[in-house]
């Protein structure tokens, strides 16, 4: 969430850093028509309060010059000014639900760097590594390879849950669970973040946090009973709130997480749009890594983060790219985003496998996450930023594409190998 004081004091630098984003500028006309309103009651109530005061203090006076019939009449005034008072802290109370209210369908500021634009179309290509395989014959999609290897069944899991869920089975089941682990060693022994199991589970409040609600309940799978639980879209949503409500010793900064967890997205809004095989699913497999860090230092982490991320394909030999998003493709959140691509044969194409953002303080701000760089420092709010480290669906149908071979075989890379119990190929001979 934005700061109000910020806002109010940078009415015209927000204007125009929500106008690339193409979000609606009459949000801030009304935030001008409701912050004005809010400090004219904030002066009522106090110019009341100051005359009560007063009155009290004469009313003190009078009753010690015996002038009790006079001290009484002025009685009767104050109670007057008290009922005054209350209902300019009612309509005040109104007022300032009203603005919070606004305040938190206001997406992030874009930061300086990040190229503007409508669209994805504004999207900037800043690095390529690797070199996409050549094949000798037409390859196949993961659909068809993983149905020819009996390692997926889209049609029983329809039976099960519905449209856009999938069942692994023998080595493709193995294969999942070897990139969750590999991802994780990778993520932990080498690039030092801490493993967390959190909750797949969470209230309305976590949501709120991390910019999912209230904005987005469409997006979400919420439980039907009364207490208002969710099923996790991201692990990002857990980890950022375990420090929500807190204030952290600024010595510990960058607290460096990661988790692998299911995620569950209703997809609303996407209807016919990827929906064939494992890259649009409402249940998926993710590597997510989160940091906590203290402003002054976040974009340099954002940059290792990304790192982190793609060092993940490095090692599996899969060609992608780095994108900077635009102004108009950014998550509600992010202040920047880099969305790493990763080469799909069957697309001739990069297709997004991890975004990686700085969030800023404006999750912090939700969440109420600050820190303290002395024992008796001001707390400040801390800046977050997350990313996938990385999708494994869209891993495994990378890994598929790329390493088919002509007699429909899938060829494990290896430095995966270990997590496979040394299996060197799916299929053939």
Not at 148 to 171: Q, V, Y
Not at 413 to 419: G, H, I, Q, S, Y
């Amino acid at each position: 969430m934005l700061d109000t004081n910020f806002v109010r004091a940078n009415l015209e630098l927000v204007r125009r850093k929500l106008g690339g984003r193409g979000f609606p500028l009459d949000a801030l006309d009304r935030f001008n028509e409701l912050d004005e309103r809010r400090r004219a009651l904030i002066r009522e109530r106090d110019d009341l309060n100051a005359s009560r005061n007063r009155e009290s203090q004469d009313i003190g006076k009078l009753m010690k010059g015996g002038q009790k019939d006079e001290a009484e009449s002025r009685r009767i005034e104050v109670r007057k000014l008290g009922d005054r008072i209350a209902e300019a802290e009612t309509q005040l109370n109104a007022v300032e639900a009203d603005l919070t209210a606004l305040l938190v369908t206001i997406p992030n500021l874009p930061e300086d760097s990040v190229p503007v634009g409508r669209d994805e179309s504004a999207n900037q290509e800043l690095k390529r590594w690797g070199t996409p395989p050549s094949f000798g014959f037409e390859p196949r999609d993961h659909v068809d390879l993983a149905h020819a290897l009996g390692i997926l069944d889209l049609e029983r899991a329809a039976k099960i849950s519905g449209a856009r869920f999938a069942i692994l089975t023998g080595l493709g089941a193995r294969l999942e669970r070897a990139l969750i682990n590999f991802c994780l060693e990778l993520q932990t022994k080498k690039h030092g973040y801490e493993e967390v199991v959190p909750p797949y589970i969470v209230n309305s409040n976590t949501l709120y946090g991390t910019g999912q609600l209230p904005k987005f309940e469409a997006d979400l799978f919420k439980l039907t009973d009364e207490r208002n639980f969710y099923l996790i879209p991201t692990a990002e949503v857990p980890l950022t709130n375990i420090y929500a409500d807190e204030i952290l010793d600024g010595a510990r900064l960058p607290i460096k997480m990661t988790a692998y967890t299911p995620c569950f997205r209703s997809e609303a809004g996407s209807y016919g749009k990827d929906t064939r095989g494992l890259i649009r699913q409402h249940q998926f497999d993710k590597v997510e890594l989160v940091k906590i860090t203290a402003p002054e230092n976040s974009y340099d982490e954002l940059e290792s983060l990304t790192r982190d991320a793609e060092t993940v394909l490095e090692e599996l030999g899969l060609a992608y790219r780095r994108v900077a998003l635009s102004t108009g493709d950014l998550g509600f959140s992010s202040a920047k985003t880099y969305d790493i691509e990763v080469w799909l044969p069957s697309q001739n194409t990069y297709r997004e496998i991890s975004s990686c953002s700085n969030c800023e303080s404006f999750q912090a701000r939700r969440a109420s996450i600050r820190f303290r760089r002395e024992q008796k420092s001001k707390p400040e709010f801390a800046h977050t930023l997350n990313g996938s480290g990385l999708a494994i669906g869209r891993l495994w149908v990378a890994l598929l594409e790329n390493y088919q071979q002509a007699d429909g075989s899938v060829v494990i890379p290896e430095a995966l190998r270990p997590f496979m119990d040394g299996v060197k190929r799916i299929g053939g001979r």
